[in-house]
């Protein structure tokens, strides 16, 4: 969790705390969240420090395209852009479409047809609370002999990777990838204002870590440099190596649709692709 400060300093303002307030403050947090000056957010919003001073105080009002635009530099996520938007008094900008709706049939399709291209390699897609809505033969690979309770939906992919009956005691590097995926998370949770995300996280963090770690002999079995960290799997009696790589849409206009992410486990090593390949053919 993103750590508070004590002792004399004050505590900066967050969007939580502000949003009953007004517009002013509520720009003001995301301000001091992303750690920028008034003079510097003016610069690059071609406004001025004194015109972004009187919209945090309330003694001015923005304009819906001048809000819009400090909320694109402060790379305020889209459903807060809305939060934003309410606060001034104008109407949201931004839907949020279910993901079963027919107007975003192409997209789960692209998806679909997307997913399935990297397999036998694995892929999946996760929303804003990392529940999958999406998962390719690769993922399912992974993923057998796991409990039931852990696979009946929604699936979580935080849940299912660190619950010590999940994919936990299978992952040969378990602090190392356990530390990455609670960091991804902080900074997720630094992001948006999301108390699900928070429960979440606190949950999963709380998870006792079964005894997993790599051997010296995994570490001589693997001789390949690595330009990111690897998630090193057993998958019956065999050792695979993964690296992680994660996509998100450009200019997403809808709130869905800007909370969905394309993660994919490529192989590491000669060995990982050798044997995926054996077992999808």
Same mark, same amino acid.
């Given at each position: 969790m993103?750590?508070?400060?004590?002792g004399?300093?004050?505590r900066?303002s967050?969007p =939580?705390d502000t @949003?009953?307030?007004?517009?002013? &403050?509520?720009l003001?947090?995301?301000? =001091?969240?992303?750690r920028v000056s008034? #003079?510097e957010?003016?610069l690059? *919003?071609?406004?001025s420090a004194r015109?972004i001073?009187?919209?945090?105080?309330g003694?001015s009002r923005?304009s819906e395209e001048?809000?819009?635009r400090l909320a694109?530099?402060?790379?305020v996520?889209?459903?807060?852009?809305?939060a934003l938007?309410l606060s001034?008094?104008?109407a949201?900008?931004?839907?949020?479409t279910?993901?079963?709706? /027919?107007a975003?049939?192409?997209?789960?399709?692209?998806?679909?047809r997307? %997913?399935? !291209?990297?397999e036998p390699y694995?892929?999946?897609?996760?929303?804003?609370?990392?529940?999958?809505? *999406? *998962?390719n033969?690769g993922i399912?690979?992974?993923?057998?002999?796991? /409990?039931?309770s852990?696979l009946t939906p929604?699936?979580n *992919?935080?849940?299912?990777t660190?619950?010590p009956?999940?994919?936990?005691? $299978?992952i040969r590097?378990?602090?190392?990838? $356990?530390?990455h995926?609670?960091?991804?998370m902080e $900074?997720?949770?630094?992001l948006?204002r999301?108390?699900r995300l928070r429960a #979440?996280?606190?949950?999963?963090? @709380?998870?006792? %870590? &079964?005894e997993?770690e790599e051997s010296?002999a995994?570490?001589?079995a693997?001789?390949?440099p690595h330009f990111?960290? /690897?998630?090193?799997i =057993?998958? =019956? !009696?065999?050792l695979?190596?993964?690296i992680s790589s %994660?996509?998100t849409?450009?200019? &997403?206009?809808?709130?869905?649709?800007?909370e969905?992410? %394309?993660e994919?486990?490529?192989p @590491?090593?000669p060995?990982?692709?050798?044997y995926?390949?054996s077992?999808m053919s």
């Amino acid at each position: 969790m993103t750590t508070v400060p004590t002792g004399g300093a004050a505590r900066p303002s967050s969007p =939580e705390d502000t @949003a009953h307030e007004g517009v002013g &403050p509520l720009l003001r947090a995301w301000r =001091e969240r992303r750690r920028v000056s008034q #003079l510097e957010l003016a610069l690059r *919003a071609d406004s001025s420090a004194r015109h972004i001073s009187f919209v945090e105080t309330g003694r001015s009002r923005p304009s819906e395209e001048l809000l819009l635009r400090l909320a694109e530099h402060l790379d305020v996520p889209v459903r807060e852009r809305n939060a934003l938007l309410l606060s001034a008094g104008y109407a949201p900008r931004y839907r949020e479409t279910p993901l079963d709706d /027919p107007a975003l049939e192409s997209l789960r399709d692209g998806v679909e047809r997307l %997913i399935q !291209g990297y397999e036998p390699y694995p892929a999946f897609v996760v929303d804003a609370t990392y529940n999958v809505v *999406a *998962a390719n033969r690769g993922i399912l690979m992974l993923l057998d002999g796991l /409990p039931e309770s852990l696979l009946t939906p929604p699936i979580n *992919a935080m849940r299912l990777t660190l619950h010590p009956e999940g994919l936990a005691p $299978r992952i040969r590097n378990l602090r190392e990838w $356990r530390g990455h995926l609670l960091a991804q998370m902080e $900074r997720q949770i630094a992001l948006h204002r999301s108390a699900r995300l928070r429960a #979440l996280y606190e949950e999963v963090a @709380a998870y006792p %870590i &079964p005894e997993t770690e790599e051997s010296p002999a995994d570490r001589t079995a693997d001789p390949m440099p690595h330009f990111a960290l /690897p998630m090193r799997i =057993e998958h =019956e !009696g065999r050792l695979l190596s993964f690296i992680s790589s %994660i996509s998100t849409f450009n200019t &997403p206009m809808d709130i869905t649709v800007a909370e969905l992410a %394309i993660e994919t486990l490529l192989p @590491a090593d000669p060995a990982t692709v050798k044997y995926l390949h054996s077992m999808m053919s």
